[in-house]
């Protein structure tokens, strides 16, 4: 069973930045993909930016390239998502997820396919 807990939310002014922080405790797997999603209100679940925890390859949704960066610390069994430029259509719940099911075709942006959560941290942009 893996744990996650999320940290580092909070309220910015557009343009601002805010860094995101998940551990794993438990077992957390070697080779797995691990990452972010978001939920606005009355919106769905989608991802943001995910990373194999083993060759360390990151996707990105279109919203999150090139104003969002993720990280891993393997040895704390940490991921972070730095955020820049952010702006009111960023706000949300931030989840972290982990244990993805391979499936043929599945993306890693499919939250859908994560067995672990977290249970968020909130992002609020506003001026």
């Known amino acids: 069973q893996v744990q996650l807990g999320e940290s580092g939310g909070g309220s910015v002014q557009p343009g601002g930045s805010l860094r995101l922080s998940c551990a794993a405790s438990?077992?957390?797997?070697?080779?797995?993909?691990m990452g972010w999603f978001r939920q606005a209100p009355g919106k769905e679940r989608e991802g943001v930016a995910v990373i194999h925890t083993g060759n360390r390859m990151a996707v990105y949704s279109d919203s999150a390239r090139g104003r969002f960066r993720i990280s891993l610390d393997n040895a704390k069994n940490t991921v972070y998502l730095q955020m820049n430029g952010l702006q009111p259509e960023d706000t949300a719940m931030y989840y972290c997820?982990?244990?993805?099911?391979?499936?043929?075709?599945?993306?890693?942006?499919?939250?859908?396919?994560?067995?672990?959560w977290g249970k968020g941290t909130l992002v609020t942009i506003s001026s």
């Open positions: 438990g077992s957390p797997l070697n080779s797995d993909v």
């Open positions: 997820a982990t244990g993805w099911r391979r499936t043929t075709g599945g993306s890693w942006l499919d939250s859908a396919l994560y067995d672990y």
